[in-house]
């Protein structure tokens, strides 16, 4: 699977973002997914996963009642909504792919970063 992901900018402190990921292939379902996120000077870490049907969420504890992430199977398509964004917040953004019906683990397929700056 091809993994396309968009939407990051420039927004303010307190403001809201949406990130978006488009997969190729017709197996998108059968994937887990999910966003990770590296700051500078930091090492990747783990922001937000989807199960293949989008009944199971989950999410680092930092950006827990602030981000959601959703899937639309017939779509192809995950997002990141992300609110009440912090400057701490300000990362490359990465979406993901996991062949596995378990959201934790290693990844597989990657898609290219895109970034999210929060000014304060």
């Known amino acids: 699977v091809q993994l396309q992901a968009y939407g990051g900018g420039l927004v303010q402190a307190g403001g809201s973002l949406r990130l978006s990921c488009a997969a190729s292939g017709r197996t998108f379902r059968r994937y887990v997914m999910g966003w990770f996120r590296q700051a500078p000077g930091k090492e990747r870490e783990f922001v937000a996963g989807?199960?293949?049907?989008?009944?199971?969420?989950y999410y680092a504890d930092s950006v827990k009642g602030r981000f959601t992430i959703l899937r639309d199977n017939a779509e192809n398509t995950v997002d990141l909504q992300m609110n009440s964004l912090k400057p701490e917040d300000t990362a490359v953004y990465y979406c993901a792919a996991r062949n596995s019906p378990v959201v934790a683990g290693q990844y597989d397929y990657w898609g290219q970063g895109t970034e999210v700056t929060v000014s304060s």
């Open positions: 989807i199960n293949w049907s989008g009944g199971s969420t």
